[in-house]
């Protein structure tokens, strides 16, 4: 029911920065656990950064965790994605993501594409060098 629609990718050289947004209508943005997948060319979508629903608690996957900041705006119902010191292998197509779930703190962090059932169309990143 939720819809998520990303924003914010575009055709970089390395070394830049970008900063990745999903705009969130239709439900309780509140109430949801959110995080960032990518998938590259050839490859599977994988796992790239998680926020609790109260947004105070993050996750990484280990190859972004030095670069990729999180953070979740529940006033604006946003997620964001900051991408430092971009490089070539960061090239994809980012996802947004998000499961509903009770608002009990301190929240957990969700790494599994099945673990969320809300998902926007994706934004294109690429990076040259």
């Known amino acids: 029911q939720a819809q998520l629609v990303e924003s914010g990718g575009g055709m970089v050289q390395a070394g830049n920065s970008l900063r990745l947004a999903c705009k969130v209508t239709?439900?309780?943005?509140?109430?949801?656990?959110m995080a960032w997948f990518r998938q590259a060319p050839g490859n599977e979508r994988e796992f790239v950064a998680a926020?609790?629903?109260?947004?105070?608690?993050?996750g990484y996957a280990d190859s972004v965790k030095d670069r990729f900041s999180i953070s979740k705006d529940n006033f604006e119902t946003s997620l964001y994605l900051q991408i430092d010191n971009l490089k070539p292998e960061d090239t994809g197509v980012y996802y947004c993501?998000?499961?509903?779930?009770?608002?009990?703190?301190?929240?957990?962090?969700?790494?599994?594409?099945?673990?969320?059932?809300?998902w926007g169309q994706g934004t294109q990143v690429t990076v040259s060098s």
């Open positions: 993501a998000g499961r509903q779930v009770p608002r009990v703190l301190p929240g957990s962090i969700y790494k599994r594409r099945d673990q969320y059932n809300e």
């Open positions: 239709g439900r309780d943005f509140p109430s949801y656990a």
């Open positions: 926020v609790t629903w109260s947004g105070h608690s993050t």
